[in-house]
């Protein structure tokens, strides 16, 4: 899958860094397998494929070595493309002969971590590949994609909860990532939420009723961010005569009203729900109704689409967009991060950031879950991140 | 009091701003004013002091107007004390024939709410100064103050808790802030709490067995912190060959391992506890038994010491060191702003900041509650702040 | 002079920093002293008046020790003015006594240099508390003062000559810099030179005409200037309904047609004479009339005036505003700087500054020479700084 | 050759822009096609080939339009090698197509001042993919090339002059930039000039002998530059247990002792000198030497070699290294910039630079004069640049 996305890119889309939050894309494909090679061959006595790529491709485990800056990614031109695809087609036959063997429990778990992990960084490559090709004036698409045309938004309905103590956290036998642990007690107090996430139309309303120009919606972050980056509506909308559109991984598009509301920050999701009469979702608030609903995966990864789509019917809660809560990304009661250095995958970023529920339309299939943790800083947009209403009930 | 504070002060020590966090202390004494003269004063037809302290004294109210950047404040010379003190004079004595009238409930709360707001800018005033004191290569002593000899550590003891359904938050007919209210429910997981903060002598140990130079201890923004602005200690302390000596408002003294340590960041408190085995209590964990204990104001502001003082009981939650939680500091269930410009005073700092408890010493008596919710961003430092280790029960 | 020229600050305003070029009014009086601390009274014996004084007033000879760093001095706030006023006259008192004793030819000559330097900080400071009061939006006047009426710009003549080879520099027993000297043969192609410098009449014109948005006429790193800056007028100008008003030490006042232009950068002269069809002189050929011009002090440093005055009569190049050339500021053929710390005076700043000529209104008197070269970055505005327009002959 | 520079490089070498005053080899190779186009094509009626390239590949020519921001040129990973290529077929046909017909003589010069352009970009091509390879861990060779065994420096003799009025610039039918012009007298001053450039041996002495360590050797902004940039060697150095290498485009080797000392900045040749107990010449010095020799390119860009070379014999004036001198970049008296946008080429950069002469191993045969000026900011250092020492005579 991994190869497949990064198929479309030539050698010089797959090089170039927008931003320091965006890695390219060769980067991600090197990334995904040094973890394999790290994690798993290292151990099993495999030597290294090259010297530096320990140090080229570690992105942030500190237990592991040091590693070549994050924001300078962008700035190497070599390996290229060719020498990636041979280092994952060497890692991937050493794993092939790995996994031909017996596995004990602990390998077996490395290999499934080293799996949502690379599925993780298929949704990064696209969301950063989007980036890379909306910095470019030329406004290229990743893909030739077909788009309907416009609706409406859809009737917003709530769904109501008496509050209570209610069970949160992942707990089972199948994949969790160890932020997700453990299960655990939480007290609700009454609350309603709504049953889609806030729609384009909707938030065109926002920014004609003055949403970005008023200080009383907005933190004071929020606000300090709004003006520092004339933030006028979400990142890629762009406004001519002919009204907003936006630029998706098939190319610029109208907006269309009907669609999720996405590509916006937690800043801008909180003064729109503040702007609504609302508030956003706690995550145990959202967890709650979403382990309740039959999971599929229809909405996310498509790549026929590739853009979040119109509600089908209400009280859906999977795909489409992250759904910013108005939970601080902290620590379960209990909560222990993995034994050694891939403990540092998700424990060790418990701060500064808020955390996202649901998946979006460029998750891969098979990786959504209802206790699923996405997590970013508040000012991110390049996220597929959209919002859905709550109240106290 | 804020008078009494700023009188040891020099004309030259009022009008420094060392860092944008920090305010001059001739700016404290204004705005305390200015917060009079527009929320009570003006609505009651006083005509402004001077046309422009609106514009300079205004601290972050979008509501009433624009203002002079917070990171200039050190650049003003004019107003100088001295009509800062006239200013001061003149709102006083409108405030006085305000006060021998009837008074409405409305007013009658932002009066109190405006002599809280000065209780905190009387803490500040204190922060500040001894920051604007220290950048000085000269170490001037804000007073001269007598220090007793080192001690040690005081034994550490826990408390125990059940967990289960517990009131978190204010309720009553005396002050509080917005922020903590309402009073509403919570659930506790079986915990232990240290009976009083880490001393001085254990942070000694944390720096000699390496804990600010191992990655493994520190969430992944503090290890940035450290690297990036090389962190070797606590704010104010330094190291010679006779050991470590800290600055304080009494000039430098050796650091006393009996003493609370002091001036640390929610980074270093974090990593500190990870490295104790243990971790911060939550904002309700911290409350729960601090709200079974008797308040006393015996530590918080004197000035015959203004440096945290080493325990004289166990089981103490109030003054000498702001103690740092877990909680990201965010909106309790049901939580509204006040109304009007005053709205502004809390809600919309709620992201990107920790919650601290208890009081300092340099706290004004009368300005501490088991239910304060105090509040900095996870690098500051120069808060009187310290913390208490929490563990799982 | 120089405690008379820091008489009318308050101990506010001699403490204030407004930018990184500009130091407090108290760090000037200290640091002048300094200098006879350092250079005459050390070597003669005399202790220190303080042990960290040698720290705190360096400037930036690095053979005399480590300094404290420019752009934290007005983070100071000790020592305070009256500790400077005992410092000054603790200095004055130990000089008295040197000069009341036989005084050997190198030491007569660092004390010239000394009363030299003290007169160069006597302009700074005045340059400097002018940036400082305008910063603040209160834009208090230094001193009142009073001032005629606006005017018309006089006519402008031209001064011609036939080039050839001239001498150029100081030769004679009398004081100059080191940077003056020596005196050498220069070639000069035939050239005109105006005999006044541009008036604020022809800035406006220039400004009318679309002189600060028109790419053209400038150069690339001015241009840049122009838009990172946002620079519309000069430094000090601002315009409302009535016109364009400046801010000087007797506080805000139109600005005057018949005025010298002031406050303009390198890159604004050029560019305005490049709108004008002319050229700044080199420095050469401004000398060689100047030098031919007797010398008179009446257009430098008066308190009863402040500002560059209209000129009197033409062919007049002392006073009123230093005039940018189109020399770098580079050595001459031969140049030896002096030896000993006082040797890093003029020599080390020998590149990215531009040379000006004939000293301003807040030069004091005994200051000015034909020989004088002053220097600046190209995008300095905050001295009193204009030009005179000049062409091939 | 154009195309054969860029021939060893992949899509992602080509791709990559290292720090801002770096581009990518795609931008060169495109942006020297668009001189053509747009100075000759558009002109003669031929519509653009892409309607976005205007803006993508104009440098800085204000009067052709807007233009991408130069820092953001390698975010661009479109249009890709393969089209940039086809850009440039498209381009030759059509001035194939033009160069068969008649041309007058404006014509005729700007297709002149086309190819010197592209020389120019030849240089730099070489000069910034050297940077490119070198950011990257792996130190990827340009090109294997095979370096001669290290030798010892030359002796170093003294050329003397006596000084006098010369005449310097460039008059003729033939090529030369406008900023070579007009041809005009000056006056020298009797001096002595090196009969080659300083090698790295001696450079290794200025090291050895703490040249990066002593502030009296260097100006105030080079002094500045040293600890700001931690320069302890030219660019492109680093030391190990064996002594210095460094990284050429054939990949790391020795420094040779015998070559001509290469990637310094201006700061760095003035330190040196100063050191040497010399200076650096005047370009009017180096020019009225260089003038007076055989022109001969034996010592430009080479393929098989890229690299700075031993002299063969004393008394040369071109190639291997451009040579610092100590000439601001000014107008020379009578400037006067080409009519039209390409007057924008060097006039607009006479400020904030300095002069260096001579050429270098990469600048290509027939691109090399004795009155052609180069111009680098004083800190620049990726350019392969040297000096030669002078004294007064």
Redesign the interface.
């Known amino acids: 899958m991994t190869e497949a996305l990064a198929a479309p890119l030539?050698?010089?889309?797959?090089?170039?860094q927008?931003m320091p939050d965006v890695s390219p894309t060769?980067w991600h494909r090197a990334h995904t397998t040094w973890f394999f090679e790290t994690f798993l061959l290292g151990p099993a006595g495999h030597p290294g494929f090259h010297p530096?790529y320990g140090?080229?491709f570690n992105s942030?485990y500190?237990?592991v070595g040091p590693r070549?800056p994050r924001p300078?990614r962008?700035?190497?031109?070599?390996?290229?493309?060719e020498e990636i695809a041979a280092y994952r087609r060497h890692v991937d036959g050493l794993m092939s002969g790995l996994l031909s063997g017996p596995i004990d429990q602990a390998t077996a778990g490395l290999i499934e971590l080293g799996l949502h992990h690379e599925q993780q960084h298929q949704e990064l490559l696209l969301m950063d590949i989007k980036h890379?090709?909306y910095?470019?004036?030329?406004l290229?698409a990743y893909l030739p994609l077909a788009f309907p045309n416009p609706g409406s938004p859809a009737a917003l309905g709530w769904l109501y909860h008496d509050g209570g103590?209610v069970e949160q956290g992942f707990e089972g036998a199948t994949f969790a990532f160890d932020n997700e642990r453990p299960r655990?007690?939480?007290?609700l107090?009454p609350f309603a939420l709504a049953d889609r996430s806030v729609s384009n139309g909707e938030w065109l309303e926002f920014i004609e009723d003055g949403g970005y120009e008023r200080?009383?919606l907005?933190?004071?972050?929020?606000?300090y961010a709004v003006n520092n980056n004339e933030w006028r509506a979400p990142q890629y909308w762009h406004s001519n005569e002919d009204g907003y559109w936006q630029f998706t991984l098939g190319g610029p598009r109208p907006v269309d009203p009907a669609e999720p509301a996405c590509h916006v920050s937690?800043?801008e999701a909180?003064a729109f729900a503040r702007w609504a009469g609302a508030r956003l979702p706690t995550e145990a608030e959202w967890e709650v109704f979403a382990i309740a609903t039959p999971l599929d995966d229809r909405r996310s990864l498509d790549l026929d689409r590739l853009s979040p789509r119109p509600p089908e019917a209400p009280g859906r809660f999977f795909g489409d967009v992250w759904e910013w809560t108005?939970?601080?990304y902290?620590?379960y009661?209990?909560f222990q991060p993995e034994a050694g250095a891939v403990g540092?995958y998700n424990g060790?970023?418990?701060?500064?950031q808020?955390v996202l529920r649901g998946g979006c339309c460029v998750t891969p299939p098979g990786h959504l879950r209802p206790t699923y943790r996405n997590f970013f800083p508040?000012a991110a947009r390049w996220a597929f991140s959209g919002l859905r209403l709550a109240r106290?009930g």
């Open positions: 030539s050698a010089e889309d797959q090089t170039v927008s060769k530096a140090y080229l942030y500190e237990a070549h300078d962008g700035l190497l031109s070599r390996p290229g493309i890379v090709l910095v470019n004036p030329l290229p103590v655990h007690e939480t007290l107090h200080p009383e907005w933190l004071s972050d929020g606000w937690y800043y909180d108005s939970s601080a902290q620590p009661p209990g540092e060790k970023f418990m701060v500064n808020q508040p106290d």
